[in-house]
């Protein structure tokens, strides 16, 4: 069974239950919109399916509601932002701001954030450095599921990196990829349909080789970029480990092992050596390096270029970094947002729990 | 036959063949160390074995020995460099000195270049940010001989990234790779053994999955980090992709498709959109962030971590990025640089042409 509700009214609720556990009206509304353009853009994993986990998360007072976020240290183009244990999906967007006002006077800015929670997906603060006529960049550190290549353990977390760049004519070039094989979400729809994952996704418990999209649980562990030493998951783990320590060493934010983790009743790690979670975000403004009408007439001819590449057979076409996502919220943003029965339930019983209306479903 | 030279003497000679070419002193010296320390990391792909391949782009007039290397844009932390065709052995460390420099007044350094060549290994100019307690990074676009997910074409070069971190006790973290699932370095081992490849690495010229090591002679392509795009070969095909972008559409060089073949006997692509090859090189100043000190002690925290993760069966231990790299240079430091009898040919001709005493064999 699967539901489906309008984007704005979806909004409406997500602010309305934020709101409700203390945020200000200007976070809630900021939330909603950082947690939905998960949804909106298909990475279904990150959206509203987490609103429930974020709330227990402020519930045992692992986020703090109204946060005083600050910029702690600073150079020209630099600044370390302390999120005083906020929502990620409001500290996030100040961090990305910081980098962007920073980008305009020194031509870049890069920011380090600690103390911080989950921010979504990573698209969306990246992307708001694109009105601005500059590159955005945008990475997070998470907690271990990851096996490093030759491990057992898990290390580090999906750590998803994502690179916005303008075009002109040309819709905007956007990267978004979690440094691992394959994302966490979708494990989860192969764990939901009952089907075996790909080899070269997951590992067992004792490092083996393993195809059950339901290995997580039994502590088996996701595999970096690559999948195994022979197919580069060397590459991926180094991809993921750059991701963690700009994230977190950098700002003195919790890494590899110790990244605090998102189900609110999974234990914190033992001898944490830093605070919350950890960001990384960068604000490149184009006319530091050439003008940017220029830069984006070549943009233009990239794109077109490759998407006009010979495709393989049974392929219609070659994709552009950001299209499969771009085409899905323009798809959704009229016909609604398609909701699974799990997260169904889980939002009604926090409608009920903070008297919150639930909004009618589309179909 | 492997044959087996010293260090120095092996420096010497190509430093007396970069002068003969016309460099100046510090050219040749700085030309011969970028290039040999491919060997002495053990990239044998990018090093000595290419010296007769810069000799002929320098005979085909598209390198030129004496350029007149230039800034000609720049912000506080940002700066575009004209190469002027120099040997990209030497534009990329005088980019990256540009780099350090704007990072020492705004904290971080970025530099896009133009109209370079190729520049060695990406790891050599990435590490000269550790020495001043920087992050470094570096990296190129390369002629096209990657398809990108679900291409048949040829579109991206191997456009690696290195990224360089410095830690305190511990030795520095050194991640350099490219962005493909293997290096074309490795599929030269496999084709003089006249093995195969695994699957992931190459497809044919029609786009199908192979495994011959050959395939790129018969317009067969390399295939982006991932393999296929179940194991996430648009995400090695994104990452190569925001390389080449960096690298030259924001420098003004030539991009995807467009980017000059480093054998001269290939001819240039038409209707190339820029200026010669690009590259793109950051630093960022650790105390920009948080005390160096205190940085670097929380790296050594991470590596050590890291290091004693439990390995799976059949291995000894967990890896950190530049291990492999650094243990090969001190043992390359002392027992000399193997050469292969191709290569040792190729040289003896180059000794030869340009009247320059080839150095004795270690053995």
Redesign the interface.
């Known amino acids: 069974m699967e539901y489906v509700f309008s984007y704005p009214e979806l909004l409406e609720f997500t602010e309305n239950l934020f709101s409700k556990i203390g945020c200000s009206d200007t976070d809630a509304k900021l939330a909603a919109r950082t947690l939905l353009s998960a949804d909106l853009r298909g990475i279904d994993s990150h959206g509203v399916a987490r609103l429930s986990g974020y709330i227990r998360l402020w519930e045992v007072k692992r986020i703090n509601a109204k946060p005083s976020i600050k910029i702690v240290?600073e150079?020209?183009?630099?600044a370390?932002v302390d999120g005083d244990s906020g929502l990620g999906l409001v500290v996030a967007p100040f961090a990305m701001q910081v980098a962007i006002e920073k980008a305009k006077?020194?031509?870049?800015g890069?920011v380090?954030v600690k103390n911080s929670n989950h921010f979504g997906i990573a698209g969306f603060h990246a992307m708001m450095a694109l009105e601005h006529d500059m590159i955005g960049m945008a990475m997070t550190n998470a907690s271990a599921l990851v096996a490093?290549?030759?491990?057992?353990?898990r290390?580090l977390g999906t750590n998803p990196i994502c690179?916005a760049?303008p075009a002109g004519s040309q819709p905007p070039?956007v990267?978004d990829?979690?440094?691992?094989?394959?994302a966490n979400g979708k494990l989860e729809i192969l764990q939901r349909k009952n089907e075996s994952a790909?080899t070269?996704?997951i590992?067992d418990k004792?490092?083996?080789i393993s195809t059950d999209a339901h290995e997580l649980k039994k502590g088996g562990a996701l595999l970096p970029?690559?999948?195994d030493r022979?197919?580069?998951s060397?590459?991926?783990?180094?991809?993921g480990?750059?991701v963690?320590?700009f994230s977190a060493?950098?700002?003195?934010a919790n890494?590899?092992?110790w990244v605090p983790p998102f189900p609110a009743y999974v234990p914190m790690p033992t001898g944490m050596?830093?605070e919350g979670i950890g960001h990384f975000f960068g604000a490149?403004?184009?006319d530091?390096?050439?003008p940017a009408d220029?830069?984006k007439t070549?943009?233009d001819?990239?794109i077109t270029?490759?998407r006009n590449?010979?495709?393989?057979?049974g392929?219609d076409?070659?994709?552009i970094?950001g299209d499969p996502e771009r085409e899905m919220e323009a798809e959704r943003s009229v016909q609604g947002i398609p909701i699974v029965e799990s997260v169904y339930n889980d939002l009604a019983v926090l409608a009920e729990k903070f008297e919150v209306k639930i909004p009618p479903t589309v179909s």
């Not at 060493?249 to 003195?252: A, F, H, I, N």
């Not at 590449?309 to 057979?313: D, G, L």
């Open positions: 240290h150079t020209p183009s630099t370390v006077n020194a031509g870049t890069w380090s490093p290549t030759f491990s057992v353990e290390m690179v760049i070039f990267a990829l979690a440094t691992t094989t394959a790909p070269g996704w590992q004792e490092g083996n970029l690559g999948g022979d197919h580069g060397h590459k991926g783990y180094a991809l480990s750059i963690d320590i060493v950098l700002s003195g890494y590899g092992p050596p830093g490149m403004r184009i530091a390096f050439r220029e830069f070549h943009m001819n990239w270029r490759f590449a010979k495709p393989v057979t392929q076409r070659v994709l970094p």
